[in-house]
């Protein structure tokens, strides 16, 4: 008994420490998707923020596979000191409730993240190549209906960020894609722009560039409203698709087990780097929009999301 006192009071300790004068070391934000993917282009700027303000560094870790899993149960099981982040995206929610529908255990529960706050929040956009036949949303369909399984798309894998929203479309619009799944957002988006699929549902800052430059075109936003920097492209909603409703946000958690303490430690360091205007400004070189939103603000819209995004997966259903 004697002993095992001890090993508690040995652990609390520097918990304690760490809230006073937290990080005092290197923090570990981790990605759970390779490089150039949604989740990374605003981890990217958000820890060089938090290198200036706590003058620590601040590595990005991309831990990728399994549509995200990987990475995400990594964090789960992290050590709650504050000094292992997870920047996730939508599929955070999706992919334990996924699990289930093949009766496998999920790599990690919700349960298991502490949300400590939001940075993006934007609709993913349907894009296609500038050279593709379709101008339009309804060629698009129409085209698939014709030739059901003819025209392909790639995602980040099955059940993730990227794949559900192209799953929501098809199941409203009742077409039949090739969905052709990748480890990542930036290896599907690579895949489009080689010609090796003709589609892909993306956040807006891995495709802005190409989009602006001619290189892509889109179809149409899952928002509910279009988006400020693509006045031109419809949302779904409009176009007849009210249940074709999605957001890939990202956002920063850290395992559950985390002390109070040292949560209110870290929603106070993003807090602040996120009122910088050089992360705003960073962020919208990458084509994203600071959405920032931290305690019971974040809580709330990560619940509420989630519950969405599970119900839409149980709709969807099994994908092989």
Known sequence: ?????????????????????????????????????????????????LERHWRQPVPVVNRAGAAG??????????????TTLLMALSSLAILPEAARLFGRAPAYELDQFAP????????????????????????????????????????????????????????AAGIDLLHVPFQGGAPALTALLAGQVQALSSGPGPVAP???????????????????????????????????????????FAPAATPPALREALRAALAAVAAEPETGRALAAGGNTLDYRDGEAFERFFRTDAARLQAAVRRIGKVE
């Open 1 to 49: 008994m004697k002993r095992r006192a001890v090993l508690a009071a040995g652990l609390a300790l520097p918990a304690l420490v760490r809230a006073e004068d937290f990080p005092g070391r290197p923090v570990t934000m981790v990605v759970a998707f390779p490089p150039g993917g949604q989740a990374d282009v605003v981890a990217r700027p958000v820890a060089a923020a």
């Open 69 to 82: 899993e990987i990475g995400n149960a990594f964090v789960a099981r992290a050590a709650p000191d504050g």
């Open 116 to 171: 400590i706050a939001l940075f993006t929040a934007d609709p993913t956009l349907l894009v296609v190549p500038a050279s593709a036949p379709w101008r339009t949303l309804e060629e698009f369909i129409a085209d698939a209906r014709r030739r059901p399984g003819a025209i392909s798309y790639s995602s980040s894998g099955n059940y993730s960020a990227l794949h559900v929203p192209m799953a929501m479309l098809t199941t």
């Open 210 to 252: 190409h989009l602006r430059e001619g290189r892509l075109r889109a179809l149409a936003c899952w928002g509910a409203r279009r988006l400020p920097d693509w006045p031109d492209v419809s949302t779904l909603i409009e176009r007849g698709f009210p249940e074709a409703e999605y957001y890939i946000w990202a956002g920063v």
